[in-house]
């Protein structure tokens, strides 16, 4: 149960950076100031937690782990005695200089992150529709076969906005389109269909209407079907398709 | 309802059902209001965007489902629009209809169109003259319609070498592609039994 | 163009295109005015739109393209019809990489994991399927990496016209930001150390 909670709270984190904001916020200090000792604690305490609770840290967390012990040791270390410049020396040597550079800049980020986030969710609130289907006006948009200036990005790119725009429809239109089949009618039409061939039919082809509910009638049938021996099902190997006959099929090939 | 003015509300379900439209019920059941008053309200935004001068659309009632259209007039426009050159890329319509036999084949411009929400004919049409997709043969079913699948004059086209090298899509379209054709289907079998 | 009213037009052209919406160059183009005349003609559709209470319709323009939307009080409306859609949002994991790509974009995965201090292969392949960004082309030097940047669908899926629409990049920062991220943890983790 706890195990649960930390493996959620653990995604919440998206690496030692992160993590190291976290701790800087939770302890109210300084991010141009850390106390290295305070702060080193705290993360090997997490490091740790993870290692108990037996969770895979990702090696980032430990090079960072380590950077920290490597900036606390040179905290310790007595400073240069060069009293008259001491002050603009000890400011640019700081040797947490760097971490905190890196911090810095990826707080820009995350919150430029958070930014996109909401940007996403209000453009989320608006809806558009596709475009009308021109058939019968232009000639095709084909002639003069020029190589195509379109790339594999922008498929993927229609593809999103198709989705992002069927999330409204799909819904929609199963709702509105729905008819319901009844099993035994759909046993009928199965059968005949089966019965129409001699060869078997792959089993994915008795679900022609792509539409859940018809769908489980459709599969309703079959096992219908197969309970009253109707049809045979049969599969040549693991993951090869699944093949339907009728059951007169299969005992005219035993016949003869 | 409060607040919001019900010929936008009513305006803004149309323009989103797009082809599919709205029936009286459904227009009753988000409005929460009886058949008579959706049917006043709906004769009156019909009024008002035929009268309106400014307005390029208008409310149209095909098997007794409410649509959006645009007013006749314009379809001058609208072909110029369509005739305008763009040879060297595809319309947004083209590329989705791509992307969705790509991923799908093989597939019937049925479900093309079931998962798009619109006609599909032209889409189809163009792919087929560009020789981006070929007809691979007739699925079983009422009608037989024709299965469609790409070329490989489309590896050329995006660079591939063959399929598998396209991109996989992430999971949560997966999942809502597997609702519509049935990859996960047993996955939709347990939800609709439950 | 005759007598029909450039508005309605406009209009009727718009619901065509959907949301591939239509560029400045193609309203040109159709209605034979200048850039000027066009964009005086949009901003005036968009005021309108706006204006009217009874227009559930919206002109937005994302990509430097015209398209239509709903407007954005009547989700929830919509969201009625729909049962509910859930709208698939990025992990934070490619919030943060689409961050970092979009400021500073033409960008190397290694500049991303720098910044983030952690791997980004799989967030930068979810954004590349979702063709929310591209390959670029290579970087000069040591192994010549790939360069990715954004694409229009980004601009698109997160309603900026272009890029320099980004608000800046907060660049001095206030202590106080909210940091949610982790609380429970740290809450849990102190207990069980206790």
Partial sequence: MICMEYNVKLDGFEGPLDLLLHLIQGLEIDIYDIPMAEISEQYMLYIRAMNVL????????????????????????????????EDALSYEEDPRDELVEKLIEYRKYKKAADHLKDKELERGQLFTKPPEDLT???????????????DIYDLLGAFNK?????????????????????????????????????????????????????????????????KRKEIWIKQDQNFSEIMVQTTEGVSLVGQS | MASHNVYAIVESL??????????????????????????????????????????GIQLVEYA????????????????????????ATLSQASLETLAIIAYRQPVTKV????????????????????????????????????????????????????????????????????????????????????
């Fill in chain 1, 54 to 85: 037996e969770l895979n840290v990702a090696s980032e967390y430990l090079v960072m782990a380590a950077t920290l012990m490597a900036i606390k040791s040179r905290m310790l270390l007595p400073k240069h005695e060069e009293p008259w410049e």
């Fill in chain 2, 64 to 87: 007794e489902k409410y649509q959006l259209a645009t007013k006749a007039g314009f379809s001058d426009y609208i072909k110029q629009l369509a005739e305008a050159p763009s040879p």
């Fill in chain 2, 14 to 55: 149309l323009f989103t059902s797009g082809d599919e439209g709205l029936t009286v019920e459904q227009l009753m059941d988000v409005l929460t209001l009886s058949e008579d008053e959706v049917l006043k309200i709906m004769a009156t935004i019909r009024e008002q965007y035929l009268q309106e001068d400014s307005r």
């Fill in chain 1, 162 to 226: 198709l989705m992002r725009r069927k999330k409204i429809q799909r819904p929609l239109s199963t709702k509105i389109t729905r008819q319901d089949v009844s099993i035994e009618d759909r046993m009928k039409e199965i059968l005949e269909n089966v019965k129409a061939s001699k060869d078997p039919k792959p089993f994915s082809s008795l679900f022609p209407v792509a539409e859940k509910p018809h769908m489980v009638v459709s599969f309703l049938a079959v096992l219908e079907l197969v």
């Fill in chain 2, 111 to 194: 479900a093309i169109e079931e998962i798009r929400g619109v006609k599909t004919d032209r889409p189809v049409q163009t792919l087929l003259s560009r020789g981006l997709i070929k007809e691979l043969g007739r699925a079983e079913g009422a009608g037989r319609p024709i299965l469609y699948g790409t070329t490989d004059e489309f590896l050329d086209s995006f660079g591939l070498n063959n399929l598998t090298e396209l991109p996989e899509l992430p999971e949560s379209m997966d999942e809502d592609d597997a609702d519509q054709g049935g990859d996960l289907f047993f996955e939709s079998l347990k939800k609709g039994l439950e």
């Fill in chain 1, 136 to 150: 019968g006006y232009a000639p095709d948009e084909t002639d003069g076969r020029e190589p195509l200036k379109v």
